[in-house]
């Protein structure tokens, strides 16, 4: 049992603060021989990086990473993988303000409750510079998974804005500031989010991510499910509110008939002519891609003031200053990504631990 | 690290099959001294049990409950508790059709890709029949949160007719067969779930539960929030594809400020002034009530015959007979009850872990 | 998490007190389609049950185990296997005089002090009789292994009287009341334990286990070492204060090369020269024979009167009737067989989760 | 579960290699608030430091400690501490022998069995220098137990030569650089091990390790015994061979009324006559001195040549060069302590879930 870890045989462990000296993550588990250098999660990490548009946080941050151990000659050795970036542009000095008083909506007031002392520089470790470590962890994830399994995210809703399911184009997702799928709402969105950036607000989003190439049988009854694990996973990334798997809420308004996947054989293979269930029944996966979506709250440091109280018990009116994002459903979609791929790799080992042949059994 | 336990230091793990002899569960971890009989898990369990109404199962069974352990002279000794109930109303012979067909939206296929075995009697393990042990723990589990805690649950949607929230009270939900707790959405509920199951088809449905007297504090980051683990236990309950904690999708819409739930300060006392937030921020509680809602897929098991495969590879077309929920929403207000209870009461553990003064500290 | 819960991958959780009404387990992550029944498990009951012989309690229990759950035609599902032992002798009434006196070197106090409450009937919780299980979970460990991994454990010493290891002979430990494997000792510890047990005295003992055929590469570093696992699941078996590995104590008065065990190739296999190793180097098996030792206190529960306090802080005089084991080291074998195995095979499991080739990988 | 991590509520997770660019660890659980620097944790490093004397491996070291996070402003903030020693003297050409051959009685060739791979430099990560942050680990464990808890270690044994207890006396441990306690057997040790080290072999050892001021209570049945998690915990530190607690493998040649420590009551506290249980019963400690020994088998990189194989499978000979510790028993004595520490505050927030009092229970 750990506060701080995530995942049972797929490990990973973080630590840091958004203003400490650094931040990272130990992942143990991870099977031995596995070709593994920084340029693999690199690319990771850049994409979730701070300071890449006018629509995130301008906080600059190399976040360049280094393995610290478990690598030997380019290849994992089966032992912890020790990841580590720095920090290197704090300004602590942006948080005076809030060091007394808390912040609606934000875990300032919550730490204060259940610790009695906060690191209050940048939220400390409730900053979402933690998911920097959960995005490295998802890269070696995708190694663990191999190349027959792929993970997308994409973000499909812009505050009240949904996109388009008839013009969603993974191919889009890389080519705007958005993550966006669909190509006619990006110029809609961008302007959208300026205004609402210019009026010192803030947006939530809806942010799917797919699994594709996930092998039937992988996850597990009854307190291991795979849709419940990933529910769990999901809602643990800052600002999520909400998470359904397939067809989700809309389930609810379904027929018995409307909801449940036929199947079919085709050319000796089980076909589902539809996916209602987003991959997974009984909690273990169909062989059909694995289909989630998570609903992401408006950022709650914003420069319009709002009503709170500070530690002393007096009532005041925060204006919270210092580099934010109007909207952290963007950066959400590749934390996305990696918390599905740390699902799959753990559920990977452990349906191994029970069901795979060893050489010796 | 096991499938088939629940929490962490109020640690619950649940065995038994659908037409076994038996099914039961054993929770460690439960503080000593605690008033414990029969008679206070059995109302619970009554609330769950099927064949009460038109609307349920017909399978009828006494669901009694009996302490094996853990328990001495009224009173338990901090040793695991066993509790098991028998089976009783067990009908083999109705499940010969899915011996070897899958039932569409079921677990069936996914278990035999798993386990290359499956006890199909009644869904086996994968029967909602666990859930009357989750029941069974949530009862105690109450014990430990004490009385200043209270969880109720009820049905705020079935199939696509909401309730009117105007008209919500929490006094109407015991008096009618759905737990609905608008007393003017019942008879429209009623002749719709009558017709659907006359037609031999199912409906989903949302269940919105809530958790008052939880103290500011509980929970914890990074991997252990409050919501993040609510999310796994609610999504980990059979036929739910979604989860959302207070705003939840909807929060998606809003802006920042219209998200951020202000504060301010009332005799002394923190105050809210709205819940967005659902009781929880940054993962830990806030002190305000806890709400979360969770959807619910129809019943797959439908007379209606729907287009599946068998075992060996056919097409086929299966109408499922034996007893079944129409709408396995309702009976799952009670489990939505028990799992809130058991994520508090092990966070409760947790939290007095690391924040508590034992005496000799 | 759990006090009552044993491995990881292969779970052993157990419940049940000595004069309740049953004993039982839950076995969590056995993997599916190993033939399995009641059969398979009843021998190793029978080798630990009560009442066989003059040297062990004169309880009189059947001890006839039940299968709950987890196994259809015969064949395990991969879901939890619930085992169930009902009590028939129990003598609650034998306990009186313990219900409120402490037993010196008995747990009776330490329960007390812990949980402020204490099922005095036979010891309750703290009875040796929750070793039935471990010993019926050992059983299906050993299934999990498979044929290639043998496990025996013998009675090497009784009191201060060790056998002849030049006499070491397996088929002779089946052969007399002691898991003696030195037929010459025999008759020495018969007329030895008689006169301790005609003066209402105990004798400790010391027990070794070997496992043959474990395959190299087992086990892991470094929270996870085969060797700290062992010691753990063996001092954990009641009234064992030590255990040690391979040459174990003698160890510290060897030389650097008289300790380590030489390598050779032969015939294309690696064969090691001698096995001070105990079959363990890093925490990892070489493929040499696994080798545990355990020593055992004598029985606490003596007629011999020895002073003592009770609960309400009175000095007084106890003398321990009831039946007893006048060596529980005797009765230790089967149990310590059932430990090896049971940490064997949830490292298998765990090794394949990290080093197997699933399909898919 | 994890392989690396040790602990349940206070957890800590380990990482690095002998020849890695660095060592650290994570602490998760350990509660807010205590005053904490690196000045703590520096002298207990200090004292298992490489260099010291030539009793010890001449590889230098600072061992300067950093805490990375989970304190603020001087005190733990609740969330995970992460420490880091950078490694500085390491001379990897040392080991370009061993990177084929096996060195007899060390990890190497379990390693390559398991992993197909292995950072032979140093050990890598079967290193004994992974022990550095157990050392520091246990640092921050003691300031969790508080000053009512003193754990102390000395060197009981070295080689076949045993002190004398009746010169027993905590205060010569740290005069000399055996951590000997008997002042007379100090000499006799020096000249004994120098003239070891000159033939190019080495010794074995024993090594005492004791806690006073645990309180009554602390520990668990069934499977989170206090002696078995410390069997656990001390078994898997690097060499150790044999654990015993209280009267150990003495207690198999007891009587009865020898081994039961006789109660009293006096100035209304119980008094016990004697420790034959090392502090525990019943998995539980008594409020005695917690009494635990490890058998430390001789350093197995000698220079003494010894027959092995190497990893293409010829037969060679093998005389080890590099620094190594003529008795690693020596520097095992703070690591000792270190481990009983963590077991001791991991038992104190696990027994404060169960039983302590929070003040909204």
Known sequence: MSHNSFGHLFRVTTWGESHGPAIGCVIDGCPP???LTEADIQPYLDKRRPGQSKFTTQRQ?????????????GRTTGTPISLLIENTDQRSKDYAAIASAYRPGH???TYDMKYGIRDYRGGGRSSARETAMRVAAGAIARLVLGR???IRAALVQLGALAIDRARFDWAQVDQNPFFCPDAAAVPVWDAHLSEIRKQGSSLGAVVEVVAEGVPPGLGAPIYAKLDADLAGALMGINAVKGVEIGAGFAAASLRGEENADRMRM???????????????????ATGQPVVARIAIKPTSSILTPVETIDAAGHDVSLSTRGRHDPCVGIRAVPVAEAMMACVLADHLLRHRAQLGSAPEY
């Open 61 to 73: 941050e190399a976040d360049r990473v280094r393995i610290l151990s478990g690598v030997f000659e």
């Open 33 to 35: 021989r596995l070709a």
């Open 107 to 109: 875990a300032d007031y």
């Open 266 to 284: 085709e050319n000796g293979k089980t076909v589902f002519l539809s996916n209602q269930a987003g991959g997974i029944l009984g909690g273990i």
């Open 148 to 150: 027959s399994v792929s």
